[in-house]
């Protein structure tokens, strides 16, 4: 088992930066790809980004990249997107994961093994 929790959430102007950070106990950390996705009200869960189990590889959604970046800190069993240029469409319910079928980093939600409980990023006009 994996413990995930999410922090680093809260409400934002357009334009502006978030940080989120995940921080993992249990098993492991460098035993797992990790992943954010994102869930709006009415919407299905979505992919943002990915990491590998050693921090070498990165994925981003298309939506987020160049404004998004994901990274980790295996000795701190944590990992972290750093979210700049933020959109009004960029609010959600931000999710941090566990993959434990390294090493393709995958994007699909049923890929991930261990899911944190969220944090809410809300951005204004």
């Known amino acids: 088992q994996v413990q995930l929790v999410e922090s680093g959430g809260g409400l934002v102007q357009a334009g502006g930066s978030l940080r989120l950070s995940c921080e993992a106990s249990?098993?492991?950390?460098?035993?797992?790809?990790m992943g954010w996705f994102r869930q709006a009200p009415g919407k299905e869960r979505e992919f943002v980004a990915a990491?590998?189990?050693?921090?070498?590889?990165?994925r981003y959604a298309e939506y987020v990249k160049g404004r998004f970046t994901i990274s980790r800190d295996n000795a701190k069993n944590a990992v972290y997107l750093q979210m700049n240029s933020l959109k009004l469409e960029d609010t959600a319910v931000y999710y941090c994961?566990?993959?434990?079928?390294?090493?393709?980093?995958?994007?699909?939600?049923?890929?991930?093994?261990?899911w944190g409980r969220g944090t809410q990023v809300f951005v204004s006009s």
């Open positions: 994961a566990a993959d434990r079928n390294i090493p393709t980093i995958h994007s699909r939600p049923s890929e991930y093994d261990y």
């Open positions: 249990g098993r492991t950390f460098s035993n797992y790809n």
């Open positions: 990491i590998s189990r050693l921090g070498v590889n990165q």
